[in-house]
């Protein structure tokens, strides 16, 4: 099994800053990419920021220059640094990671539950 846990997330004024946690556990022999999806109520899900094992970043053109996505390896724990948050980033936001579970096996996707941000105008 593996479990993807996010937290962090919350209600802020429009202008602030909030910062997510997702940590990867159970049987995880090695991580690869990892990401922050979000999804607002009528639309589709979207990537946010997504970040290799080695460190590599991409960002919604949306979010750049506000977003910071980063990486603790030695704790399989990814994090995004929200400043200047709007109203439109409000969003359910969601973990993602690309985890192969032993050395022979293939790599899965797997999904965090989700934690909601909202952003008061």
């Known amino acids: 099994q593996v479990q993807l846990v996010e937290s962090g997330g919350g209600l802020v004024q429009a202008g602030g800053s909030l910062r997510l946690s997702c940590a990867a556990s159970?049987?995880?022999?090695?991580?690869?990419?990892m990401g922050w999806y979000r999804q607002a109520p009528g639309k589709q899900r979207e990537l946010v920021a997504a970040?290799?094992?080695?460190?590599?970043?991409d960002y919604a053109d949306s979010v750049k220059g506000r977003f910071t996505i980063s990486r603790d390896n030695a704790k399989n724990t990814i994090y995004l640094q929200m400043n200047s948050l709007k109203p439109e980033d409000t969003a359910v936001y969601y973990c993602h990671a690309n985890i192969n579970r032993s050395w022979y096996g293939n790599e899965h996707g797997y999904w965090g539950q989700g934690t909601q941000v909202t952003v008061s105008s």
């Open positions: 970040i290799t094992s080695g460190g590599s970043t």
């Open positions: 159970g049987s995880v022999f090695r991580i690869n990419t």
